[in-house]
């Protein structure tokens, strides 16, 4: 198994450019979610999902879109990018809803100037 | 709010040494506790967790303590390697359809 994958690795965009990061697992794990880590903090988590066609915010979700279409797929979208959008994201994976792990990928780092 | 903190944000140990690395969370609902290891550029990795019905357990040089009357977390690591230098984050499940909360963060640093 790759486990879960993210694509980039890297990204620099501009101020109110849009783009999507991807992430995918091949675990066939019901839960996936997308968190960001600013330098100094720990991860805070952006939006989550507990199985195909469902969705849900976490605690940071302003400035971001996603949607489950499949188990295995998981893309974050930024609609208009901002300059405090820059962080690194992590995208993760987990079995189960309540005691189990969560797998990370290994993120994207996002600049906006 | 809910917040799950760590008490030393660096921690400098030398190596052979044991490692001990604290946590401190605000809700005692939370029925499950992560440890994680980061290394630079790198996603977290599982090292150990705990469940709230344990209050200690055991993997390979890494062992976890849990004191739910105070609400304290650690991570122990015997022998400390320069392998284990990285940043370490406690995070909590507190059943809220698999939501973590993560703890700051500390840094490990490994001497020679």
């Known amino acids: 198994n790759a486990g879960v994958t993210q694509t980039p690795k890297f990204q620099v965009l501009k101020t109110g450019q849009s783009m999507t990061l991807q992430c995918a697992q091949d675990m066939n794990h019901e839960y996936m979610s997308w968190y960001r880590q600013d330098p100094g903090m720990g991860l805070r988590l952006i939006h989550y999902?507990?199985?195909?066609?469902?969705?849900d915010q976490g605690e940071v979700p302003n400035g971001y879109n996603v949607s489950r279409s499949t188990t295995e797929d998981f893309p974050l979208r930024l609609l208009s990018a901002a300059p405090s959008q820059t962080s690194v994201y992590f995208c993760?994976?987990?079995?189960?809803?309540?005691?189990?792990?969560?797998?990370f990928g290994p993120g994207t780092r996002l600049t906006v100037l | 709010g809910e917040s799950v903190g760590l008490h030393l944000p660096t921690l400098s140990v030398q190596e052979g040494d044991n490692s001990i690395i604290n946590c401190a969370y605000s809700n005692s609902a939370s029925d499950y506790f992560i440890w994680y290891k980061q290394e630079s550029g790198k996603g977290p990795q599982f090292i150990i967790d705990i469940r709230s019905n344990m209050d200690k357990r055991q993997g390979q040089r890494v062992t976890v303590l849990l004191n739910k009357t105070v609400k304290h977390l650690s991570l122990q690591i015997a022998a400390t390697q320069p392998g284990d230098s990285a940043v370490y984050f406690c995070?909590?499940?507190?059943?809220?359809?698999?939501?973590?909360?993560f703890g700051q963060g500390t840094e490990l640093s490994v001497k020679p």
């Open positions: 995070a909590e499940n507190n059943n809220q359809g698999g939501k973590l909360i």
């Open positions: 999902s507990v199985g195909a066609g469902i969705t």
């Open positions: 993760a994976s987990m079995r189960g809803l309540s005691t189990d792990t969560q797998y």
